[in-house]
């Protein structure tokens, strides 16, 4: 089944961008990177959406449909995911390398924007922190539903208490080979058991499934691979910018004890929001508080707005 028949439709269908581009990241790969909204002549605030495991630009479709009208919105495919080829390297430095190579292919030197990252997202702006091109690019960050380390042992997928056979049974779960197959009722029972609150509508958790379905099932289980190991306290550190932390209270994959340690450790955290019966999901699950904090952070701390044309290096190329 292609990536495209799995493309989410009606509200969430993912906009068509105002342009394209393919940008190269440090190791060669290949990453799809869309541009909405506004000519950066109109000095539209910039802001750059990093989606999550398993999922891709389509991700973000409310907030790009919402933001375009007035900002420049940013959104790419992490490698493997979407539209962006799968690359053998897996681990956060990549991802802060594709991020950095975002940032230098999209904003003008100088150029600052907001920086909202979820789930995977949100890791990947905690890998990049100590980065040079993301301090030259990042004004302020979103982290949703994210966190930093102990991502298996604090999952609570698996109705068990904590401890060794809950911490085991959640890795394989994660780690699972086993394809998706196509998105049925009990798929869709299981993805919203898992990932999202039991108020979520029924045609956004079908949007979501249809994203989900759609990664690789050799992506979805190398990246698990990284996630089971993930350390980026150091990065928690480093992210010397403002930032804001969403969380779900009904979130299984990463509970809010990760919010509110990232709360805690952030050397800027500027809030912590915790949205009461959401799950993990929360962009999808809670387009309207995920796009207002967007907002919030553009206003308050969106920054030099530089002039949005893209760099004419050899590391783009145009049409994905």
């Known amino acids: 089944m292609s990536r495209t028949a799995l493309r989410p439709a009606g509200p969430y269908a993912p906009p068509a961008p105002a342009r394209e581009l393919t940008v190269v990241s440090a190791d060669g790969a290949r990453l799809h990177v869309e541009v909405h909204g506004p000519d950066g002549d109109a000095g539209a605030p910039a802001v750059v959406l990093a989606h999550g495991w398993t999922c891709s630009t389509a991700f973000w479709a409310a907030q790009i449909r919402e933001l375009a009208a007035d900002h420049r919105v940013i959104a790419y495919d992490q490698r493997g995911h979407g539209r962006s080829p799968a690359s053998p390297v897996c681990g956060t430095d990549a991802l802060a390398d594709d991020l950095e190579a975002v940032l230098a292919a999209t904003l003008a030197p100088g150029e600052k924007a907001v920086i909202a990252g979820h789930s995977m997202g949100g890791m990947t702006v905690m890998a990049a922190a100590g980065r040079p091109g993301f301090q030259e690019h990042a004004a302020a960050v979103l982290l949703c539903s994210t966190g930093s380390s102990r991502l298996v042992a604090r999952s609570t997928v698996v109705p068990l ?117 959401i799950g993990h999901m929360t962009p999808m699950e809670a387009p309207e508080q995920v796009t207002g904090k967007i907002r919030e952070l553009v206003a308050a701390h969106g920054g030099v707005r530089g002039n949005g044309k893209d760099n004419d290096d050899a590391r783009i190329g145009e049409g994905a």
Do not use: F, N
């Open 161 to 277: 208490r904590a401890g060794r056979l809950r911490t085991g049974l959640t890795r394989r779960v994660l780690g699972s080979r086993a394809p998706l197959g196509p998105v049925t009722p009990l798929a869709l029972r299981v993805l919203k058991y898992a990932t999202m609150g039991r108020r979520s509508a029924p045609h956004v958790v079908e949007a979501c499934a249809r994203i989900v379905h759609a990664c690789p099932r050799r992506v979805r289980h190398s990246w698990s691979q990284v996630l089971d190991l993930l350390d980026l306290d150091h990065g928690v550190r480093e992210l010397r910018v403002p930032a804001a932390v969403v969380a779900g209270t009904a979130d299984r994959l990463t509970p809010p004890v990760h919010a509110r340690s990232l709360a805690a450790s952030l050397p800027q955290c500027v809030g912590l929001t915790e949205l009461p019966g």
